[in-house]
Every structure is written in C-alpha cells, then in structure tokens.
C-alpha cells in the first residue's frame, strides 16, 4: 500500500523483510548484467535490437 509518507529507505527496510539472501543476490545479479549490457554493449546490432527491444515494451527513449 503506497502512503505520502513512503521512502527509499522504508522500502529497502521492507525488501529487507520480505526477501530472502538468495532471492536479493538473484535481483543484485541480474540489475548489475542489465548495467553491463547497457554500458559497454556497444556492437551496433545488438545496441539496435535492444532499442528496439525497449519501444516493444513501450519504452519511450527519444
């Protein structure tokens, strides 16, 4: 339930609660290969199949 008085930190403070080690390293993993991808991905093919990746999920980048 979202109230005026949510926070980052009361949310990291219910992640804390809510998810196991292993289900928080899982999300860790997969957001720090998402960063890779995206960061040092540079082959033109792949860049342009991720952009079009992005406007099929209703991304909206230019």
Same mark, same amino acid.
Request: aromatic share 6%; glycine share 6%.
């Given at each position: =339930? #979202? ?5 980052? @930190?009361?949310?990291? $403070?219910?992640?804390? =609660? $809510? ?8 999300? *860790? +993993?997969?957001v720090a290969a *998402?960063?890779? +991808? *995206?960061?040092?991905?540079? $082959?033109?093919t792949l860049h342009? #199949? =991720? @952009?079009?990746?992005? @406007? ?5 980048? @230019?």
């Amino acid at each position: =339930m #979202s109230t005026a008085n949510d926070t980052v @930190h009361g949310r990291v $403070e219910q992640a804390r =609660m $809510e998810l196991t080690p292993t289900q928080a390293a899982a999300g *860790l +993993a997969f957001v720090a290969a *998402l960063g890779f +991808a *995206l960061l040092f991905v540079q $082959e033109p093919t792949l860049h342009d #199949s =991720m @952009h079009n990746f992005r @406007h099929a999920a209703g991304v909206t980048c @230019h």
